[in-house]
């Protein structure tokens, strides 16, 4: 609290460099944050159809080795995105209940749980294409 109020009242309104001084003026020294890895770029990077690594959150993330090794890990909502019932006359939705699966948009799979190790002495991903010319002939 600054002066009885909540530090989001007393900041509100100020653009960030206004709210930085009021917060420090107030013994509060405000975090930065700089971006350390820009996970969906790089998976973008390893698959342009988002194949790899698909799920629609990361949510969990470990630096290992003082950040030179990064776990990310999904929660598939046990593989379920809803639960669905039968309408009623009345419009109601009522039993029996159903499962509905949670699916990886780019693959049509089911979500699994997952985590993905990144070696961050190994970016950039490279990946690669090779063009193979192969020469038929006919014989006469």
Known sequence: ????KTI??????????????TLEADHI?????????????????LNPTDAFFDHDKVEGVSAL????RIVISNDNDFGISAVTGTINGSGEEVGPWHLVWKEQP????????????I?????????????VTINVNEAH
């Open 106 to 117: 780019s693959t049509g799979k089911q979500d699994d749980g997952e985590y993905l190790e």
């Open 29 to 45: 020294k405000p975090v930065s944050a700089t971006l350390y890895l820009d996970i969906d770029q790089l998976l973008t990077q």
């Open 8 to 21: 989001e009242a007393t900041v509100w309104g100020q653009k960030t460099a206004e709210a930085k001084a």
């Open 119 to 131: 070696n961050m002495s190994s970016l950039p991903a490279m990946t690669s294409t090779a063009t």
């Open 65 to 68: 080795e003082g950040g030179k």
């Open 1 to 4: 609290m600054i002066a009885g």
